[in-house]
Structure formats: structure tokens, C-alpha cells
């Protein structure tokens, strides 16, 4: 099993890309964890809705809808610089394998505080035959046609 991890610092409204797309497309990937850290934890009042999608996206929103079949994980993190409201963390994702390029984006829903997040993933890498490599080739293009 090889693991690939990412990381970064993603601004509030933003989309970074992940590039994991193939000429052949036979080496697939499936997310094994997804964590958001503040970039100044217990200093800041902070609220993020971090989500990555297999499809492209135009715009970050903080509405988590689990009937989109192109989001495969959302991760929500509210932070407070008061002691007297702990942090809470939630993510959840998909035990989908994909094998294009996947996007993140991130939206912070409080009150104007427009906040960046610390995104980590690690995704393991798994070898494709040639029908699992179709099937996932060919969801991502039915996705990308119905946007």
C-alpha cells in the first residue's frame, strides 16, 4: 500500500486543484485521512468548511449537500479564541476510488472573519485494471457533463 499525502494553505473562497490525473489513467486513489488545522490555533475565532470534489468547481459555498455524488469529503472546523468554547471538528469521506484530479475548496461561514485553513490529505494509491480503470473514467466524465 503507498500512501500520498498533500498539504496546504487554502485562503477563504478559494480552489486549489490536486493533481493526480494519468495518460492511462490505471493508478487510482482513495481518500484514508482528511485534516484541517487553524493556522493560529486558540488565538483566533475561526469557522471553515473545507470540501473536495472529483469535478471542478467555480465557487466555495458552506452548504454540505452528501446527495452530490461528485463531493467524495467535507470537513468542518470552528475554532474560538474563548476557553470557553472548546474546538469541534467533523469529516467525513467517501471510500470511493478516482482516478483524475480532484478540487478543494474552502469557505468560512462566520461572521466576516474570512479565515484560511491548513488542509492535510493522504489518499492510497491503488494499481487499476482495465475495467476499474473505465468504470472511474467514466463516472467522472457522466459528472462533468451534468454540471
Partial sequence: MKIKSFRGLIADGAIDTISLHTNTG????????????????????????????????????????????????SAYYKDNSSDSNP??????????????????????PGAGTNESMNYYIELEQVNLDLTENTVATLKDIRNIAGQ
Fill in 87 to 108: 474546538t469541534s471538528f467533523v469529516v467525513v469521506f467517501d471510500n470511493e476510488i478516482f482516478n483524475q484530479d480532484i478540487y478543494i475548496t474552502c469557505n468560512d
Fill in 26 to 73: 490505471s493508478t487510482g486513489y482513495k481518500i484514508v485521512k482528511f485534516e484541517l488545522f487553524s493556522p493560529d490555533p486558540g488565538a483566533t475565532t475561526q469557522e471553515s468548511v473545507v470540501k473536495i470534489y472529483k469535478i471542478p468547481q467555480t465557487t466555495t459555498t458552506a452548504t454540505v449537500d452528501f446527495s452530490d455524488n461528485t463531493m467524495i469529503a
